[in-house]
């Protein structure tokens, strides 16, 4: 008799091709996504329709979106073993996106903290598209009937919308979308600018002192580390307090972070020692984390025809999922079928 094949978990998760990918997307997004592929069904995109909701200069757009995907194999993701693809190569993500536009209301999309922060900083361009941003990401999750998104900490509340969502869709028609869970790393899931540790650490900074980017020389690495701020305080040791100390927590979460040690080794390790031996040593640990990235990614940049042939690969993969997805959703409400 034939054993039954267990089905794996489906895992999805996308990132933005605006701005540089920074150490924040490495340690709170793909380093954790590159570890899963044995033991879930993975599906990555670049979000490069959410893009649009900032103005770009077009051919940055594009560069940047290819770039990172070679970023993103360059950090180990293998893309035999995950489907990679670009967001606006499927279309049913702009499909879905508009329908689930029709289920998701005014009052849920105006409590979004993203939307409250980024009209705040492009008062100029406060466009449809950066208000209804929710309904999209909502449907480029649900097109795939995940169990787990990954996501850093500032992406959970637009999760628990696509969960809202979902149900209320449920609800009115009948099982259509799987319950998509958050899941959010213990360490790194918020990595924060090196020179204001109260706010994370962005791609989007235009001043780029404060945020690591994976494509970063290692003087240039160095650098932003040792000008990292830590506190005023007067003991002046290296130890993990979050509320008094928020940069040293910053420095240690990453340290932590790319070196797998506890906060307390790390305690240990720099006890007597000060923040003048600490920061370098963070510097240097993210150097050599990031130096192999650096090397693979620019190697795979020039390969052209091998980025082309893994795009159009990961889309029809894709594509062939969400259909499934959106043939059931266009006949429940009420679309007449091609
Ligand atoms: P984006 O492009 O801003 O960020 C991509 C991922 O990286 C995480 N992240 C961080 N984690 C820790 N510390 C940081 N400093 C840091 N900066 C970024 C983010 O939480 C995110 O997980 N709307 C999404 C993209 C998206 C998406 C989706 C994600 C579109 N559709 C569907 C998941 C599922 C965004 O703008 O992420």
């Not at 500032?154 to 799987?178: I, M, P, S």
């Not at 990235?293 to 894709?318: N, S, V």
Request: with cysteine.
């Amino acid at each position: 008799m034939d054993t039954p094949v267990e089905k794996k978990k489906v895992m999805l998760s996308g990132i933005k091709p605006t701005g540089d990918l920074t150490l924040g997307s490495y340690l709170g997004a793909i380093k954790n996504w590159a570890e899963r592929a044995e033991q879930y069904d993975c599906y990555y995109f670049m979000a490069d329709l959410h893009a649009l909701t900032t103005r770009n200069n077009p051919a940055d757009l594009r560069r940047r979106t290819l770039e990172q995907l070679a970023q993103y194999v360059a950090c180990g993701l293998d893309p035999q073993k995950n489907t990679l693809f670009i967001q606006s190569h499927v279309p049913q993500h702009a499909e879905l996106g508009w329908i689930l536009n029709c289920y998701t209301m005014f009052g849920e999309l105006s409590r979004m903290t993203q939307f409250k922060d980024k009209s705040a900083k492009n008062a100029d361009n406060i466009n449809g598209g950066l208000f209804t941003y929710p309904a999209l990401m909502a449907a480029d999750i649900l097109l795939y009937q995940p169990d787990y998104v990954p996501v850093g900490e500032d992406q959970k509340q637009h999760v628990e919308l696509t969960r809202d969502v979902a149900q209320r869709f449920n609800n009115l028609y009948g099982e259509t979308f799987r319950m998509p869970e958050p899941f959010i790393p213990k360490v790194g899931a918020r990595v924060m600018d090196l020179l204001d540790p109260h706010s994370k650490m962005s791609k989007s900074d235009e001043i780029g002192n404060g945020r690591v980017c994976l494509m970063d020389d290692p003087a240039d690495i160095m650098r932003k580390f040792k000008r990292a701020v830590t506190d005023c305080d007067t003991e002046r040791c290296v130890r993990y307090d979050p509320e008094n100390k928020p940069g040293v927590a910053n420095l240690m979460s990453i340290y932590s972070a790319v070196t797998g040690k506890s906060f307390a080794e790390i305690e240990a390790e720099f006890e007597g020692k000060g923040y003048g031996a600490f920061k370098p040593a963070v510097g240097e640990a993210v150097v050599e984390t990031l130096r192999p990235i650096r090397e693979e990614a620019t190697r795979i940049i020039k390969d052209k025809a091998y980025l082309e042939a893994m795009c159009r690969d990961g889309a029809e993969r894709a594509s062939y999922i969400a259909e499934k997805t959106l043939r059931k959703v266009r006949k429940k409400v009420g679309l007449v079928a091609k």
